[in-house]
């Protein structure tokens, strides 16, 4: 079983996003203060080193290989005077020979190019403490060789300084952190404010309150959501109006067949009460009675059909099916039917109209349900049959798209035909085409229309027959196109536009 993902929260995470950067990059900020705090703290000592180096060199005098160094007692005790840090000093010969100071400061590395006259700057260990060393090479000595002047402080004052700077720079940040996670909380609740004002509103909504929700109140971000609530609902409204508008007309078209059974019920039972067993009378009331019967159960018949097309609604599998061999089967059906009306019932597949050496395989795969289809070529063949007079003719007839996009499924008929006006009528629920005397539910066309709607596709409807082509004693016929998807085509064909009406389902 796939684990069921927990609910996160909008506010926690947003808090989260905000929260998480700042408390990564506090420590980040400390840590570059500390180093900076360094580098200033040491800036000021360090140039007071560069001068104690510049002054020794000023009172060293070099003569051949000696070396002449005048410093004076209360000179040494004025450099050496620190209350807080030791400061050492060293004068070394251009033979590396001891001339004054401290013996225990390290010489330079070796490797490191001697470029007299520059002040530079290294850090050592004395004494197992650590220093800042000031030194600088001084020319005069014999054989080019240079004296060495250095200075050396350890980093007491350095550190007191650069803990003084942190402790001004972070004890505000102790401070200001708080009331930063504190804004940041009130930003939050007060942003999302609106939406919990949204959510209390739909709350206390009436359960049939289906009106749209005011876009203006919400905020910009949310407006698209609204808009989609408000699509939804407007659509749930029109469902709802649909459907009791469909319970109206189906307690109404049902109505009449049980009136029927119960009139003829209490007919019989008056003729028996009355002592009037005349088995003519009789006969007459039970085929009445399964007459009406026989009506009701196609009306419920055709009302589930079209319950089933509604449940697949936006959900229509893409199946690949043969219509050639589907249209087949329900012709086959019809056969019995159609002899017992004394019409005509054909088809008319590819090998009639397209050339052998043409035809490819599976010019006839549509994309589809299966069922769904079937109930489509059962109601418009059934439509067909109702509606055609006796010696007439119904064709069903499955045509290939020579460029392989769409199959053609047309079912046409010799009967009266539908009225341009009423033609955008028919595929309505319950509606059935005036001055006709065929007893129907009036639910065909309308589940038709419904499964071509959900096959991406529309039923044409026009006259089967011209004007000049109409026969005396027959009518113009209607016919129906269906154009559906064929199987191997990279996207769905739009519906192609003639004269004739373009009807979906309403």
């Not at 079209?306 to 050639?324: F, I, P, Q, S, Y």
């Not at 008929?413 to 006006?421: T, V």
């Not at 955008?424 to 005397?437: D, E, I, K, M, N």
């Amino acid at each position: 079983m796939p684990r069921r993902r927990e609910q996160r929260s909008l506010f926690g995470e947003i808090l989260d996003w905000m929260l998480a950067p700042l408390l990564l990059l506090w420590p980040m900020s400390l840590a570059l203060t500390w180093l900076a705090a360094q580098g200033i703290a040491s800036r000021p000592y360090d140039r007071a080193l560069v001068e104690s180096v510049r002054s020794l060199v000023q009172r060293i005098e070099v003569r051949g290989d000696s070396v002449y160094f005048d410093l004076s007692r209360e000179t040494a005790r004025m450099l050496r005077a620190d209350e807080v840090d030791n400061v050492y000093y060293q004068v070394l010969g251009p033979r590396g020979e001891f001339v004054s100071g401290d013996r225990d400061l390290l010489q330079p590395p070796g490797d490191e190019p001697r470029q007299p006259g520059e002040v530079r700057m290294r850090d050592e260990e004395v004494h197992g403490d650590s220093v800042r060393v000031a030194y600088q090479w001084v020319e005069g000595g014999a054989g080019g060789r240079a004296v060495l002047v250095q200075v050396a402080e350890t980093l007491t004052k350095r550190s007191r300084l650069a803990t003084e700077i942190i402790k001004g720079v972070i004890l505000p940040q102790f401070v200001i952190l708080p009331v930063a996670v504190l804004l940041v909380w009130l930003a939050l609740v007060r942003g999302l404010a609106p939406l919990n004002a949204l959510q209390q509103r739909i709350r206390e909504r009436a359960s049939d309150d289906l009106s749209p929700i005011e876009v203006h109140e919400v905020p910009e971000e949310v407006s698209p959501l609204v808009q989609s609530i408000n699509d939804l609902l407007e659509r749930q409204q029109t469902a709802l109006v649909t459907q009791k508008r469909f319970l109206a007309d189906a307690a109404h078209q049902l109505k009449t067949p049980l009136a029927g059974l119960r009139m003829q019920a209490e007919l019989a039972t008056r003729e028996i009460d009355a002592g009037h067993g005349d088995p003519q009378v009789m006969k007459a009331s039970l085929v009445q009675m399964a007459h009406a019967s026989q009506r009701a159960a196609h009306m419920v018949n055709q009302l589930l059909s079209m319950a089933r097309a509604d449940a697949k609604a936006g959900t229509v599998a893409r199946d690949e099916v043969d219509l050639e061999a589907l249209a087949t089967e329900v012709v086959r059906d019809f056969v019995p039917q159609s002899l017992d009306a004394g019409i005509d019932l054909g088809f008319e597949g590819p090998d009639t109209q397209v050339p052998s050496g043409l035809r490819r395989p599976g010019d006839t795969q549509v994309l589809g349900h299966p069922m769904l289809l079937r109930e489509l070529i059962t109601n418009l063949v059934d439509n067909a049959l109702h509606y055609t007079p006796r010696g007439g003719t119904v064709t069903v007839r499955v045509v290939p798209d020579p460029f392989g996009q769409v199959v053609v499924l047309q079912i046409e008929d010799s009967g009266p035909g539908i009225p341009l006006a009423e033609r955008a009528l028919v595929f309505q629920p319950f509606y059935r085409a005036l001055g006709t005397t065929v007893d129907g539910s009036g639910l065909g066309l309308a589940i038709v229309a419904e499964i071509a709607q959900q096959h991406g596709t529309a039923v044409v409807l026009d006259d089967a027959r011209a004007p000049g082509q109409v026969l005396p004693g027959e009518g113009p016929g209607a016919r129906f196109t269906i154009r559906l998807r064929h199987a191997q085509s990279p996207e769905p064909p739009a519906p192609a536009a003639t004269d004739s009406a373009l009807h979906q389902a309403p």
